[in-house]
């Protein structure tokens, strides 16, 4: 069993997919597999350099993120050309795990999964979503401004519309242990071999 797990930005999404590996599933995460090639991944680093500038190195040689966001959030066209650089890596190494996968379920969060057109690659799709204010708040506990906010939330579809083309929506509007409960009822039913829902409201 394949799922995509999707939402907007700081709506728990990574939470949710943690735990579905703490309950014993196989997941990739496509902001860690970003972290990973801005690490480490010579390439990228020096693909990534070469079109925004030496000034975007960290010290330890890789990229420093919050360097790079300076440069191209706010500057459509700059973004646009980073993301042409990483979003193919990502979604070429997201399918070759898929590919090599023997787990019976297999997790991939994938924040523009409706946006690439990716959803029938996978055996379901759910949209995690989370209060307006609330998501503001975890943006800003994360270092990120309110206009670099706005800027990758206008490259995504909005919240309601992610639900709406999404096969489960779980509703973040509670604390960790609702949220967990809903992994676990997810968890529980695609262990069972009940394969795709039709559009639901909050599993759990």
């Given at each position: 069993?394949?799922?995509?797990?999707?939402?907007?930005?700081?709506?728990?999404?990574?939470?949710?997919?943690?735990?579905?590996?703490?309950?014993g599933?196989?997941?990739?995460?496509?902001?860690?597999?970003?972290?990973?090639?801005?690490?480490?991944?010579e390439?990228?680093i020096?693909?990534?350099?070469?079109?925004?500038?030496?000034?975007?190195?960290?010290?330890?040689?890789?990229?420093d993120?919050?360097?790079?966001?300076?440069?191209?959030?706010?500057?459509?066209?700059?973004?646009?050309?980073?993301?042409?650089?990483?979003?193919?890596?990502?979604?070429?190494?997201?399918?070759?795990?898929?590919?090599?996968?023997?787990?019976?379920?297999?997790v991939?969060?994938?924040?523009?999964?409706?946006?690439?057109?990716r959803?029938?690659?996978?055996?379901l799709?759910?949209?995690?979503?989370?209060?307006?204010?609330?998501?503001?708040?975890?943006?800003?506990?994360?270092?990120?401004?309110?206009?670099?906010?706005?800027?990758?939330e206008?490259?995504?579809?909005?919240?309601?519309?992610?639900?709406?083309?999404?096969?489960?929506?779980?509703?973040?509007?509670?604390?960790?242990?609702?949220?967990?409960?809903?992994?676990?009822?997810?968890?529980?039913?695609?262990?069972?071999?009940?394969?795709?829902?039709?559009?639901e409201?909050?599993?759990?």
């Amino acid at each position: 069993m394949t799922i995509a797990v999707t939402g907007p930005l700081a709506c728990g999404k990574s939470t949710f997919v943690r735990i579905l590996g703490e309950l014993g599933a196989e997941t990739v995460s496509a902001d860690g597999l970003v972290h990973e090639l801005l690490a480490g991944d010579e390439k990228t680093i020096g693909r990534i350099s070469e079109r925004f500038g030496e000034g975007v190195r960290g010290g330890d040689g890789g990229i420093d993120r919050r360097a790079l966001a300076r440069v191209v959030f706010g500057d459509p066209e700059a973004l646009k050309d980073l993301e042409d650089i990483l979003h193919p890596l990502v979604r070429e190494e997201t399918d070759r795990r898929v590919a090599l996968s023997g787990a019976e379920v297999f997790v991939a969060e994938i924040p523009l999964l409706f946006e690439g057109e990716r959803s029938g690659q996978f055996d379901l799709t759910v949209a995690v979503t989370a209060p307006e204010e609330r998501r503001k708040t975890w943006a800003a506990e994360r270092g990120m401004g309110e206009d670099q906010r706005r800027a990758i939330e206008a490259r995504q579809l909005p919240q309601e519309e992610k639900a709406r083309r999404a096969d489960v929506v779980v509703e973040n509007d509670g604390d960790l242990g609702k949220l967990r409960g809903q992994a676990e009822g997810l968890f529980e039913r695609v262990r069972g071999g009940s394969g795709r829902h039709g559009h639901e409201g909050e599993e759990g």
